[in-house]
């Protein structure tokens, strides 16, 4: 029984020393498997943000597609680099989609200037308020008027060149005489 337990610890020391044989954990094939898997899927995520901002995402899901019919046959390597090549299609959309949403805010935002540069230089004119029943004057309506600014979202430019009149914008009276810039 001595003889069987020194064996033993011999064999724990030995085991200790040498270490185990180092198997992968993972098969190769099946790694290559995985791989795939994870790139395709990280190719969907890319895709999927490139439509929230409104890119054109047709390059990047003709690749995928390309990288699921290889992965379907077997081909995991083929797979995956198609799989990245969606992705890297996905994320240059969706950078050239936000860039020209950017570009377009710009332009907006010096339109919306130019539109209150030309307001301010134009001649003030009055405005009579009427009655609520016969002309559904407020603010607002005023300025959506056309012969004004044809926009009601404008209205704030009538009550800050009336605050010395209009103490609360959401009230108006008849006949009061409003200055419309």
Same mark, same amino acid.
């Given at each position: 029984?001595?003889?069987?337990?020194?064996?033993?610890?011999?064999?724990?020391?030995?085991?200790?020393?040498?270490?185990?044989?180092?198997?992968?954990?993972?098969?190769?094939?099946?790694? $290559?498997?995985?791989? +795939?898997? *994870? =790139?395709?899927? /990280? @190719?969907?995520? &890319?895709?999927? %943000? !490139?439509?929230?901002?409104?890119?054109?995402?047709?390059?990047?899901?003709?690749?995928?597609?390309?990288?699921?019919?290889?992965?379907?046959?077997?081909?995991?390597?083929? $797979?995956?680099?198609? +799989?990245? *090549? =969606?992705?890297? /299609? @996905?994320?240059? &959309?969706?950078? %050239? !989609?936000?860039?020209?949403?950017?570009?377009?805010?710009?332009?907006?935002?010096?339109?919306?200037?130019?539109?209150?540069?030309?307001?301010?230089?134009?001649?003030?004119?009055?405005?009579?308020?009427?009655?609520?029943?016969?002309?559904?004057?407020?603010?607002?309506?005023? %300025?959506?008027?056309?012969?004004?600014?044809?926009?009601?979202?404008?209205?704030?430019?009538?009550?800050?060149?009336?605050?010395?009149?209009?103490?609360?914008?959401?009230?108006?009276?008849?006949?009061?005489?409003?200055?419309?810039?």
């Amino acid at each position: 029984m001595k003889r069987v337990f020194e064996l033993f610890l011999f064999s724990i020391l030995l085991v200790g020393l040498t270490g185990c044989p180092k198997r992968p954990l993972v098969e190769p094939v099946d790694q $290559a498997r995985l791989d +795939a898997e *994870e =790139a395709i899927a /990280s @190719a969907s995520k &890319a895709i999927g %943000a !490139a439509r929230e901002v409104g890119a054109d995402t047709t390059i990047a899901e003709s690749l995928l597609e390309w990288a699921r019919g290889f992965f379907a046959q077997g081909d995991y390597s083929t $797979a995956t680099s198609r +799989a990245w *090549e =969606a992705e890297v /299609s @996905a994320n240059e &959309a969706r950078e %050239a !989609a936000l860039a020209k949403r950017e570009e377009e805010e710009v332009v907006e935002a010096e339109e919306v200037a130019v539109e209150e540069e030309e307001v301010v230089e134009a001649p003030a004119r009055i405005y009579v308020v009427g009655t609520w029943e016969r002309d559904r004057d407020c603010l607002w309506n005023i %300025a959506k008027k056309r012969r004004f600014y044809g926009d009601p979202w404008k209205w704030k430019r009538i009550y800050r060149a009336n605050r010395d009149k209009i103490k609360d914008p959401d009230l108006i009276y008849p006949e009061q005489r409003l200055i419309i810039p």
